[in-house]
């Protein structure tokens, strides 16, 4: 049956009112816009002198300017180097809290529990703040660590909820070929685990590309501090919305290409590695990681 059981099949006259209402939005946020550009590219006045609107070449003339791009470009560089090595360091740290935070041992679980709900629930600019204060480490390392703790502790929850989702015949099939329970951690599950929630796991790295932003405060030179800050001060007020709009076209542009990439990432992905539960055998979840399975006529299944 092509009807769907939840609902009724909308007719001419609801499909009619549906794309009607849906015109009437689109104008209005064409409106909303229109007037937003009209209101920026007005002229302004400013303690008795007029200004130019924000759309008038003068200022914009600055980005002629070559060494004004390699500013930019080294503000840019900056930033992508502390979100490199923080998430480096956020997905080992979540791996690390994930292993700890699923262990058998409840010496080795609460401890770890307990450190894992203080990291995320402590503002990572206040983090940033007191490795600063505290360790004099720098900026940069700064707001690496913070990010790579704070970050790697969301990535850890993340990878211990797939841990958690996956059918239970997956640790039973490692332990029946004799596998430790860490072995079948290891090698079955995590695995697994890591490549259901791959999306997952971009989407918080995204969010820390982002917070990068944060090193402003504790005076690193990322993108928005050599944009709005440095470039600022020594070019004036006058270009300051200019920068604003420069440095948020560059952010939705790293952040749209790496959220691309998490989606190619995520079609790509093989969820049909997971077998329903009683399709478990302890051959058949081996080979689905890669893992040799040996001689099958040794091998017993139920």
């Not at 939840?6 to 009607?20: K, W």
Request: charged share 15%; net charge positive.
């Amino acid at each position: 049956m092509s009807a769907s059981v939840l609902f009724d099949t909308p007719g001419p006259r609801t499909r009619r009112r549906s794309r009607i209402a849906s015109v009437i939005v689109v104008l209005l946020i064409a409106a909303g816009l229109a007037w937003v550009i009209y209101t920026l590219a007005q002229p302004r006045d400013s303690s008795g002198i007029t200004l130019p609107g924000y759309f008038d070449w003068s200022r914009w003339d600055i980005f002629v300017l070559a060494e004004l791009w390699v500013r930019v470009g080294e503000g840019l560089l900056a930033t992508l180097q502390a979100a490199a090595v923080a998430a480096a360091m956020a997905l080992v740290v979540g791996v690390l809290f994930a292993m700890l935070r699923t262990s058998t041992f409840a010496i080795v679980r609460i401890p770890t529990t307990i450190v894992l709900e203080f990291f995320r629930g402590m503002p990572v600019l206040l983090m940033m703040l007191f490795i600063l204060l505290v360790a004099s480490t720098g900026a940069f390392w700064a707001v690496v660590l913070a990010l790579g703790v704070y970050n790697g502790a969301i990535i850890g929850e993340s990878l211990r909820a797939g841990l958690a989702a996956l059918p239970r015949g997956q640790r039973e099939a490692g332990l029946s070929l004799g596998l430790t329970r860490f072995q079948s951690k290891a090698f079955i599950e995590f695995p697994q685990a890591f490549r259901q929630m791959l999306p997952v796991i971009i989407a918080q790295l995204v969010v820390l590309l982002k917070d990068t932003s944060l090193g402003y405060i504790v005076g690193y030179n990322e993108l928005i501090r050599t944009t709005m800050n440095n470039l600022g001060s020594s070019v004036g007020n006058r270009y300051l919305f200019s920068l604003f709009l420069v440095t948020l076209v560059i952010y939705l542009a790293v952040n749209l290409s790496v959220s691309a990439i998490a989606r190619r990432l995520a079609r790509r992905r093989s969820p049909g590695k997971l077998l329903p539960k009683d399709q478990i055998t302890p051959t058949a979840s081996i080979s689905a990681i890669g893992l040799p399975n040996g001689n099958p006529e040794d091998r017993t299944t139920e």
